[in-house]
């Protein structure tokens, strides 16, 4: 199981690692579903975690179609981020159309020879969730998809998430990432009934579930402690099937 928790800082990142995070979704104004951080702060956040730590490369706010002098200013961002080293990247870009747009996407993984690639929540915007799959299937660097399943939340998009999971080709990218809506209440039955073994988690990890209050790793703790009696439950069915 992955967990992926979204930071804001450097404290932050370092209290999401202390409450049981695998990786880092770092970004800035959750409010609007992330855009790029400070990467001035580069240095400063990878010397506050050992976990990895995953960059959101996104302009602005809104839709996902970006006009050329957009593109460039993500693709400046990206070199950036491979030349501060040991950050990957999180980012989309969709056509007019609702298909994934490859060629912005390639310009994007070209500027990071090397770098790994979550494709976000733009995926839940496009026309064809299996067609934007496969489009994405096509790329190593694209090693995970962060997906509620075309549904304002993951847990409203189980079904669908399930589909996309027997889809994808297990332990080969892209890995689907289940996020959105997801919390400590709401997890233990949503991992039933999708089988999901990577999740990201933003507001949950927050005082209150809210996206501007402070990371509180015992909320984190206790989301952890769900995925791994998921994990221990799904052995244990293994050993008694196997009996049988």
């Given at each position: 199981?992955?967990?992926?928790?979204i930071?804001c800082?450097?404290e932050?990142?370092?209290?999401?690692?202390?409450g049981?995070?695998?990786?880092?979704e770092w970004i800035?104004?959750?409010?609007?579903g992330?855009v790029?951080?400070?990467l001035s702060l580069?240095a400063?956040m990878?010397?506050a975690v050992q976990?990895?730590?995953r960059?959101?490369?996104?302009?602005r706010g809104?839709g996902?179609?970006y006009a050329e002098?957009?593109?460039?200013?993500?693709?400046?961002?990206?070199?950036?981020?491979a030349a501060?080293?040991?950050l990957?990247?999180v980012?989309?870009?969709l056509t007019?159309?609702?298909?994934?747009?490859q060629s912005?996407?390639?310009?994007l993984?070209?500027?990071?020879?090397?770098?790994a690639?979550?494709?976000?929540?733009?995926?839940?915007?496009?026309e064809d969730?299996?067609?934007?799959?496969k489009?994405l299937?096509?790329?190593?660097q694209v090693t995970?998809i962060?997906t509620?399943?075309?549904?304002?939340s993951a847990?409203?998009?189980?079904e669908r998430?399930?589909?996309?999971?027997?889809?994808?080709?297990?332990g080969k990218?892209?890995?689907i990432?289940?996020?959105a809506?997801?919390?400590?209440?709401?997890?233990?039955?949503f991992?039933k009934a999708?089988?999901?073994a990577?999740i990201?988690?933003?507001?949950a990890?927050?005082?209150?579930?809210?996206?501007?209050?402070?990371?509180d790793?015992?909320?984190?703790?206790?989301?952890r402690?769900i995925l791994?009696?998921?994990?221990t439950g799904m052995?244990t069915c293994?050993k008694?099937?196997i009996?049988?």
């Amino acid at each position: 199981m992955l967990l992926e928790v979204i930071a804001c800082t450097p404290e932050e990142a370092a209290a999401a690692e202390r409450g049981g995070a695998d990786r880092i979704e770092w970004i800035a104004d959750p409010q609007v579903g992330g855009v790029t951080p400070d990467l001035s702060l580069a240095a400063e956040m990878r010397r506050a975690v050992q976990v990895p730590i995953r960059v959101m490369v996104r302009p602005r706010g809104g839709g996902f179609v970006y006009a050329e002098d957009e593109l460039e200013l993500m693709r400046r961002d990206i070199r950036r981020i491979a030349a501060a080293g040991g950050l990957d990247v999180v980012t989309g870009a969709l056509t007019p159309e609702g298909t994934v747009d490859q060629s912005a996407l390639e310009g994007l993984m070209d500027a990071g020879p090397g770098l790994a690639f979550t494709f976000h929540r733009a995926f839940d915007e496009a026309e064809d969730l299996g067609e934007a799959l496969k489009a994405l299937s096509v790329y190593p660097q694209v090693t995970d998809i962060l997906t509620s399943g075309g549904a304002p939340s993951a847990p409203e998009g189980a079904e669908r998430l399930a589909e996309l999971l027997r889809g994808s080709k297990a332990g080969k990218p892209p890995e689907i990432l289940a996020g959105a809506g997801l919390t400590a209440e709401n997890l233990p039955s949503f991992l039933k009934a999708t089988g999901a073994a990577r999740i990201h988690i933003g507001s949950a990890a927050r005082f209150d579930g809210k996206a501007s209050a402070l990371i509180d790793p015992r909320r984190i703790r206790a989301i952890r402690t769900i995925l791994e009696r998921h994990v221990t439950g799904m052995r244990t069915c293994g050993k008694g099937e196997i009996s049988r």
